[in-house]
């Protein structure tokens, strides 16, 4: 019986291997077929990187010619940012100022929640 398992055990595993070797094979040859279409593409993306190459040299020209007449003009100065306000160091105090805004807040909301049940 302990042998029956290990056969079917040892079937089931060489079945399995032959499935990822038919599959290997088809992924090694998708891979070969791949490879010949990029090897046929290869001048033609050679050109076409020389032609964009060109075109970008192009364009790069003729932005540092337009823009030669814009450098001999000063730059404006930047404005100097301004600090915040003094603010308080601790920051609860921060939290305290903004929860006593609130509770002004919630109780606006209170009065439109009631119904006018009172209690």
């Known amino acids: 019986m302990r042998q ?3 056969r079917v055990a ?3 595993a060489n079945a399995e291997l032959s499935e990822i ?4 094979e088809q992924l ?6 791949v490879e010949k279409v990029v090897e046929a593409l290869k001048p033609l993306i050679a050109n076409e990187a020389v032609s964009l190459a060109a075109e970008q040299k192009k364009e790069s020209a003729e932005l540092h010619t337009a ?3 814009a450098q001999s003009t000063p730059s404006p100065i930047p404005y100097p940012v301004q600090q915040p306000s003094m603010a308080p160091s601790d920051p609860f105090a921060r939290r305290e100022s903004v929860s006593a805004n609130s509770s002004k807040d919630v109780s606006e909301y209170s009065r439109l929640f009631n119904t ?3 209690r």
């Open 10 to 12: 040892y079937d089931e």
């Open 4 to 6: 029956e398992v290990y």
């Open 116 to 118: 006018g049940t009172s």
């Open 28 to 33: 090694r040859l998708r891979k070969d077929r």
């Open 21 to 24: 070797l038919g599959r290997f």
């Open 67 to 69: 823009s030669e007449p």
